[in-house]
């Protein structure tokens, strides 16, 4: 289901580059650290994270654009005696989640003409939860959507030809739902962006 929802939007978003000027298509590598809820499930930080963005320029400052991204957590927990409600279970838990995200963003970009740009935003959009805990020949899964928010912060350096090199900070604020709590992180970001 999530695989069909990302291409749809990929699609969707093609279609609207197509159509527009002033273009930035944007290629990154995210590192996430949990937080909240999901901090509690999972306490190692992630360094398997992938976002793809799309921002069209309305003017030299201010773009709105989409964000499709994936990060993967993971923690291996020792032998030990673990509660889920009313059971209990003795052994060794792997604990991963997966966080499949897709925003629509606007920022507002300074410095304008400088080499080096930097910015904030604001996206709101959906995040796809998918927690599994494996126990031995048990496997206990949740995975729900929540709605997201996604504030953003970071600077853009202009390369010579044209092209940027950005450090972005991403706060990925899902709410929650009746099958799972908050789930939240931040993620920090090297991406790769050029433009048409």
Do not use: C, H
Not at 16 to 26: R, T
Not at 105 to 116: L, R
Not at 131 to 137: A, S, V, W
């Amino acid at each position: 289901m999530i695989r069909k929802t990302i291409f749809i939007s990929l699609l969707a978003a093609s279609a609207l580059l197509a159509k527009a000027q002033e273009n930035i298509y944007m290629f990154e590598y995210s590192m996430g650290f949990p937080t909240g809820d999901l901090r509690d499930y999972i306490d190692e930080p992630s360094f398997r994270g992938f976002n793809f963005g799309y921002r069209y320029m309305l003017d030299e400052n201010r773009a709105l654009g989409l964000d499709i991204g994936w990060q993967t957590f993971y923690e291996k927990k020792d032998y030990a005696t673990y509660t889920d409600g009313t059971s209990s279970i003795t052994g060794i838990q792997y604990r991963y989640t997966n966080a499949f995200t897709a925003s629509l963003q606007i920022d507002q970009v300074f410095n304008e003409g400088s080499d080096i740009r930097p910015f904030i935003g604001l996206g709101a959009g959906t995040s796809y939860m998918r927690r599994t805990l494996d126990m031995g020949l048990y496997r206990l899964e949740r995975d729900p959507w929540q709605f997201m928010l996604q504030p953003e912060a970071g600077v853009s350096l202009y390369t010579t030809n044209g092209n940027l090199v950005m450090l972005t900070f991403n706060y990925y604020w899902g709410f929650a739902t009746k099958q799972l709590d908050a789930q939240s992180f931040l993620a920090v970001g090297l991406a790769y962006a050029f433009g048409d």
